[in-house]
Nanobody, 128 residues
Framework: QVQLVESGGGLVQTGGSLRLSCAASGRTFSSRAMGWFRQAPGKEREFVAAIRWGSGSTYYADSVKGRFSISRDNAENTVYLQMNSLKPEDTAVYYC?????????????????????WGPGTQVTVSS
């Protein structure tokens, strides 16, 4: 089992920044990648960013490329999502997720079904 806890959400104005953190505990040594997803009211949960624990390779949704950055601290088992130039359409509950699956496929970790464990989520609200 892997436990995930997100933090860092809040209310910010358009153009502002937030940094989300995801602390992992439990069988973290089995985790292969971490991802961030988000879900706005009335919409499906969508991929935001992902990072492989080993290589550090990163993946981003087109909607956040150039504005968001995902990083990891292997020693602390923590993943971060730096969000800059925030827009009202970024408003959502942001979820951290861990995948135990191994794949060399480029877009594998952008898929929701790839992930085995999820955090409870943290609310991000961007005011216009």
């Amino acid at each position: 089992q892997v436990q995930l806890v997100e933090s860092g959400g809040g209310l910010v104005q358009t153009g502002g920044s937030l940094r989300l953190s995801c602390a992992a505990s439990g069988r973290t040594f089995s985790s292969r990648a971490m991802g961030w997803f988000r879900q706005a009211p009335g919409k499906e949960r969508e991929f935001v960013a992902a990072i492989r624990w080993g290589s550090g390779s990163t993946y981003y949704a087109d909607s956040v490329k150039g504005r968001f950055s995902i990083s990891r601290d292997n020693a602390e088992n923590t993943v971060y999502l730096q969000m800059n130039s925030l827009k009202p359409e970024d408003t959502a509950v942001y979820y951290c997720a861990a995948s135990m699956k191994v794949s060399a496929t480029v877009n594998y970790y952008t898929r929701r079904m790839t992930y085995d464990y999820w955090g409870p989520g943290t609310q991000v609200t961007v005011s216009s």
